[in-house]
């Protein structure tokens, strides 16, 4: 075999030690990857941040209607817990939102 197919092989079967690391166990813990040391820390996985529509509409309507381009953090945090109402939502959740937009306008 091939040296970068064995590489390659290799890798894919870390990987996926890995994400079965990362499962949770049916007692409610999570499983350690054969050859790791318990003190290595496993990464936690990110959740992406899906506005529901009608936080979407209502940041498109300050955005757009308010034309509030780039909020303060005091703004950021009341428009927060106004959106929270809908959906779970973080400050850097608005923040990004804002950002990302203004980027994609340019």
């Known amino acids: ?3 970068r197919t064995l590489q ?6 870390q990987q996926q030690m890995e994400l079965q690391a990362q499962q949770p166990t ?3 813990g999570s499983i350690q990857a054969a050859g790791s ?3 290595t820390p496993i990464r936690p996985t990110n959740n ?3 506005p529901t529509l009608d936080q979407l509409r209502i940041l498109q309507e ?8 780039s909020p303060t953090p005091e703004q950021i945090q009341e428009i927060c817990l106004h959106l929270q109402q ?6 850097k959740n608005v923040f ?3 950002q990302n937009l203004k980027a994609r306008e340019r």
């Open 48 to 50: 992406r941040w899906t």
């Open 37 to 39: 040391s318990a003190n």
């Open 96 to 98: 990004f939102w804002f």
């Open 62 to 69: 300050l955005y757009y209607d308010k034309v509030l381009k």
């Open 86 to 91: 809908y959906g779970q939502i973080e400050g």
């Open 8 to 13: 390659l092989m290799e890798l894919q079967t």
């Open 26 to 28: 049916e007692e409610g």
């Open 1 to 3: 075999m091939e040296p």
